[in-house]
């Protein structure tokens, strides 16, 4: 019988059951533009000046933790003490949230286009019977916006986990990924691939044992969106994807690729590694 069972697992070893993927920067919105100018904007009605960069540092935390990370950058708190003579408190985190909130709701769906080649990955994926889950730093509330403006293009995974509606948190804990597991049933997370184009994305597929995978050029590392792109010096360009590509190599990234499309062979990679024993 132990024979039975340990055959039974040789067979499924080098199946990858499932992937995870980001949204903002991985399926949708290449250069991840949505959230970090919502940033920019909401600390502006505060009087806080805040750049785009700035504002991509601490991409892939929920977002009332990305807020807490910037007002505690030096800089930015610096301002918060001349504007309004006092440091900042964990109500003016809320008020600024707040604040945001509304603005990203009406904004987030003019960036929900899907980036060049997600739906046929996510197709291609479902055709070889892997699940396909998904978590975001985006609050439930911002999400029932953009889902369903991106499953009208062919973007509906089969889980969609939110970065305010576990109780344990998010990034960079494994919990989004981990309830992205128990909704679709996998056995065995290292079996499962985690899909990201941030730092805190890739350190939260690395805690739950999964394979991670890094997006570069789509994503909020570089932060050139597609007319940017055009436009950009090609050595400023390949300069930016090799920085990227580093910073997601070091937080733990098996594969760094460009972008999504490129993403079956890495699947393929996967698999053969897993027929060869190995483990994330």
Known sequence: MT???NALDTLMSDKVEAVIFDWAGTLVDFSSLAPTQIFVDAFATFGIQISLEQARGPMGLSKRDHIRTLLA????????????????TDADIDAIYERFMPMQIEKVA???????GAAAVLEQLRAKGIKVGSCSGYPRQVLDVLLPAAAS??????CVIAGDELPAGGRPG????????LALGVGDVRRCIKVDDTVPGIEEGRRAGMWTVGLSLSGNEVGLSLAELKTADPAEVKARVERASERLSQSGAHYV??????????VQAIQARLAQGETP
């Open 3 to 5: 024979q039975n069972f």
């Open 73 to 88: 950058t030096e800089s930015i708190q610096d301002q918060w003490v001349a504007q309004f003579e006092r440091a900042s």
């Open 110 to 116: 003019e960036y929900s286009a899907p980036i060049e």
């Open 153 to 158: 293009q062919g973007l509906a995974p089969d």
């Open 174 to 181: 494994p919990f989004m990924a981990l309830a992205n597991v």
């Open 257 to 266: 690729i460009e972008t999504i499309a490129d993403f079956p062979a890495i």
